[in-house]
């Protein structure tokens, strides 16, 4: 099996914990900060679409499946942002996900079924810096398949039971597939939707992280807060919180001269910037990880 040495997966076997907007930021803030990005959604709800806002364009999936199973070349949808391409999902991943395990049931050696998401994304590989792959909670042939051909993961979780015992799914999918892909490497657990003033709940996740996860697997520093009005506001405008943070700064210039001309101003969101922090410093966490890693050749055991 071959294995794509920029592809790094985002994955949790539950969902709800902010994977889709994670692989979003992760890949938006690479591109921005100068990495040739392209983002693939597995994930039949397709909501990176809603986040990136290219939902318009969206085949839903439908150019992956084909590039998978017959002769088509997978084709991006270019410049969704500046240096970032996508390769839409949606519910044609659920077929791509049915006929994968229809083709590792009838075969003698389940690895040539395998390969077929990896022989789908290869050729465009050597185009980018970095391939960021949404997979979803469901369908584990999916997380299986890519498993079978990344160069690293990154789990997201909360800090509820629930959340760790799907962060427990992705350890099963990495085991089983280290024969196969011993270059695979977990990056580390990155914790979301914190309750910025729940500290003593976020000190005991980290301990129970850390007691779970050994000494090899990091837990990032960096956190995500929850702000529901913010993710709801990114995701009905497709935009990230760092363009969300921009537009905002435009909006308090606007208000300022508003309130100065007498006029009734426009409401500005107060919390794009700390969540636009958050996502910042927790992918300069990771995209470390992946130099350090490059350089090095580690591999977690």
Not at 62 to 81: C, I, S, W, Y
Request: proline share 5%; glycine share 8%; charged share 20%.
């Amino acid at each position: 099996m071959t294995t794509i040495p920029n592809m790094l997966l985002v994955m949790n076997g539950k969902g709800g914990v902010a994977k889709t907007s994670l692989v979003a930021n992760i890949s938006g803030i690479a591109a921005l900060s100068g990495w040739k990005v392209l983002a693939i959604d597995l994930d039949p709800q397709g909501n990176l679409a809603r986040d990136l806002g290219y939902l318009s364009q969206s085949d839903g999936g439908l150019g992956l499946f084909a590039a998978a199973f017959t002769k088509a070349q997978l084709t991006p949808l270019e410049n969704v942002r500046p240096n970032l391409d996508v390769i839409p999902g949606g519910p044609e991943t659920i077929r791509l996900a049915d006929q994968l395990r229809s083709d590792v049931s009838r075969t003698s050696d389940p690895s040539t079924a395998y390969h077929r998401l990896a022989n789908a994304i290869l050729p465009l590989s050597h185009n980018y810096d970095l391939i960021v792959v949404d997979l979803p909670p469901g369908e584990a042939i999916l997380r299986q398949a890519a498993a079978r051909c990344a160069k690293w993961i990154v789990i997201p979780t909360k800090t509820d039971d629930g959340s760790i015992d799907g962060l427990n799914a992705v350890f099963g999918d990495f085991l089983a597939s280290r024969d196969s892909n011993p270059e695979l490497t977990v990056l580390g657990v990155a914790i979301t939707l914190v309750n910025p003033s729940a500290t003593a709940i976020l000190a005991e996740t980290r301990i129970e992280l850390s007691d779970l996860l050994g000494e090899k697997i990091p837990v990032f520093e960096s956190t995500i807060r929850f702000s529901e009005a913010m993710a709801v506001a990114c995701r009905r405008d497709g935009v990230l919180p760092y363009e969300y943070e921009l537009t905002a700064i435009s909006a308090t210039r606007r208000r300022f001269e508003a309130l100065r001309l007498g006029k009734k101003p426009e409401r500005v969101s107060s919390a794009a910037g700390g969540l636009a922090s958050d996502y910042q410093r927790l992918v300069e966490e990771i995209l470390a990880s992946i130099s350090s890693s490059s350089q090095t050749g580690d591999t977690v055991a």
